[in-house]
């Protein structure tokens, strides 16, 4: 093999793992297989844990398990001797160790390493099937809504920081309390602050399974007024969360817009045929599919409903100063 | 029968079955007993599964069924028999081949088909009498706030999809996780992973039942934290419903608003008692009775404190420049 | 007595019982002693219903409601009497009428009422008892942050329906599909449809007590379906709830720093030390007196730093267009 | 020592304790000192409460303990001697007294108090360990985030009393209810009406632990319907406090965006390296250090962003009046 013809094959595993503007039915069909190799690999450990089906159908899980292994380390081999594909101007060697730095091929080396440490250190067989369920992190590379979820979560992670650590100093008191109250008539229960938190941890949640509960009159007036209180609390992470979730949606959705009324104003009517385009903006501002398509459908309608507006000589007012806008 | 006094008994049936513009007495009680009828059968369903009752009225409720079969099928067949009216351009059968695509019609033949299934293939009869429910669904063609909902629902998709992806993840890592740590102190509930998924979708979706929860201090420590990390991502789709469900019903609002203040230039007042103008307004935004009441209201008391300024000469400034708007 | 001596009495009475400018401190010792006969009245029902306290403290507790009664009777005599004062131009008794059918009065009139039926009907007593506490009630007269709150769910009153309707809908599908599913192990506690709505309703709300829970297989894969997709459905209420009360604030917020200002400008800084005018403000605005005075300090300190800039010639500018809004 | 050197040392003493812009190695290390002894102390609370831990490790707990009285008592003495270098213009005594009513001067000395009262009056052991948990609150001073969430409930202090005056009456009406219907099917658990408010409070909280459960079919039917129509109200809490969090943080992003523009503009991009002037202006605003980098980041790449546009001559449009803005 020559030089050269090595140099064409980098360029094309390159285009077919790295680079996403690249789409053909092959590199389409490549990621598809490595999105349903992963899942397969989350539904082995899920069915190896069933212990008729390990025993019935052992030989199969186990070649599955050697073929994805084998497979994710060519996947992550070829990732990182192609990378140096992505920018001429810089050292192969040099782009190879950015990349390895990266986040994904991070998860990508997290998601084979359990197996080869094996090797070496044997690990308990049950610890190192769930550690093979850390391969689902792998789909954030093909999943845009996780990305998003990621970034929200990297984003407000101030936020969760005081919130879990206001929920700790919540529980931590909620504990105290009930321990101290509730100690006498519930040794075994209540032994010690750390046992009383598992109480406090169910309640504040509002998982409320019932296995321990206040039975005193004080430990009941104590658990009500500490759950009516602290109740708030556990929601909140939620609450940032869905907040964040629909500033970077909105954001998004804006930068689309904007965007698309740009194209709009430069190709006409006709930029919605222009299905790569479509695709490349979607990319570019980071949306799922489903999303973009009903943020353009609606987009177009106005854009229509506005020509037909100014067609007709309709009059749009500033809904501040009230003055026309249609001029 | 003339083909003429076919073609006005057709019209009539359009008129009453599908036109929402032709508002009579006769058309109206139609749509009440169509809607009476909907909620008789789901009625009749839950009180046939109390077996005393079933034993006891068994014929009526047989009466009751036949009966609804036969009018629901009759609905539909005048349905897709009149829908023909609609479009005096288009032929006959195309109109009728798009009604019977669109998601209406689906769910009137859904409605009526299992029952004619029975005929051909037994199903089981409890199966049977569940699939009845789906005549709820009928509904949506008299319930605004349903169709609401749907709409949000549709347009939030992708949001939903990735949601329930990552609440997926999270369950089947948090299954796992419990797995491994009290699969030897209760090996009964914790045998497997799909099993540990109950006590997953039971804890992070915070209804904690406390049949299945761990009971060693390091499946209770895992499990709090669990708790605390989780707890938010199953409030999410409540979150996205909510703000989606806010934001549709605020864009309606507006479009009132507007709308309704263009005809008040137009018209003046006396558009206040022009009952049917403000029906078709309000059915036009789509919005339910109630608080298009309440907008109108609203909008009719600020419009009138405006005039009161304007004659009184109070000055009004813009939020933004501090300029007197009021010239 | 004279009927000018009657007609100022008339006129004492109005302005203690309904006239909110006349703020005197035998006016306020009026409103401050019913509040605590409406409070002590729900201590005296809970009370009672503890069977000990209710036979050793029997006569206090029947003079207690007699004096109660009493109270309240007068009350609700004098204010049908005294509100012929609110309007001169009006004739006594079409106030009256008029005052009867308004809420409040409505309220003050079923606080009464079961007292003096039980005359004529024999109410079970424990009933009759928990009647009483309709009286609470009344306090909304007394707490803006009640009225407020009621004022959000009649607005959101078609919301409400909406959600409500889809639960509904949401339970009794979920209950159906329970019920075939869980019928056959559980005969008991899914022996109906309508039994097995209590599990529903226990689930969908994530209340979760664990009286009842499906035992199968199917029965956990379809519970665990129900809950992940219906968990934020019964969440929606409160959602609706708490952007319609935030909505409510922001509006009075609004009103109150526009009144504010305006005020600000007409009377310059002295405006502060105005406590009547300010209370006056407050009323009319209608907010609760601890935000009426977070907000107004927080006016105050912006006003004070735009005058100390104007003074230091600092700059503003538009967000939208960057002019200089300084000038 | 000389009264000059005894000046020089209070001063030395006031920039380590008091004065946030006073940044040395030296200072730093004193306040992380400080938040390890209450981190350790809350730890020490935790672990005594294990009796096993206690008995063993009894005089390492008592020893740890006077330290931290030691030297939490020598901190409030420092601070109360050295507040007196804070303002040159008011006298000492005057200084001191303002500085022990401030919020965190209290907070000092409820950490010290209970160990000096013990000395006077028996306190029962395990509640003087917990009131050890009040040290916990010493770390508002070195958290922003725990200062904006004070603020936070202080700000929406009224919506919260508001909301939590609804619930009480919701709960005092539940609990009346199931008490009429349930009282004779289950006379223990719903006794009178203060035992079944347990009820309530868990049902409402939607913690349900299971313990109390409505078993007549009334129970279940009025049990359901509380849940279904009460369940947003416990709820409410969270939500104006994730609202108002929401709307803190907001305001603090939008006045650090716009003291940061205003750097930029006078400073220019090199404002970017200097840390100093941006620790000071995070203080000034009152935002955590992980929130602010984020925020700064974002705001430096919309301004290359803008530069870049200008540079390209690209066009903007005023959202409202559709006018060009980049002249």
Redesign the interface.
Known sequence: MTNFSLQRLRLFVYNNLHNDDYQTTFSRCVNYFLIFLIVGN?AA??LE???EVYIAYRNYFDLFEITSIVIFSAEYFLRFWSVAENDPTDSAWSQRWKWAKSGGAIIDLIAILPAYFNFFVHIDL??L??LR?LR?LKLTRY?V??Q??LRVIK?E???F??V????V?MI??AA??I??VE?KAQPEAF????KA??WA???L???????V?PVTSMG?FLG?LI???G?????????????G??NE?NQRNQKLEQEFRELLQAQGNKVLHNQAELEKLRQRVG?????MH?IIVQLMREHLLEEQDKKQGKKHY??????N?AE
Do not use: H
């Open positions: 989350v450990v899920i844990s069933i212990t049950r610890v099937r769930i369920l689902l999943f809504s996780l998003i979820l984003r992670k101030g936020s920081q005081a879990i650590f206001i929920l100093i931590v008191m105290s309390g321990y101290v100690n032994s010690s602050i750390p938190m598992w941890v169910v309640t949640t509002t998982v409320g399974y019932g296995d509960t009941k009500a759950t009516i209180l109740v708030g609390i556990a929601a909140l992470p939620a609450g940032i969360l869905a907040s979730l629909a949606l949306l799922p599919k489903e999303q009903e500033c809904p501040y100063c009230g003055e806008l």
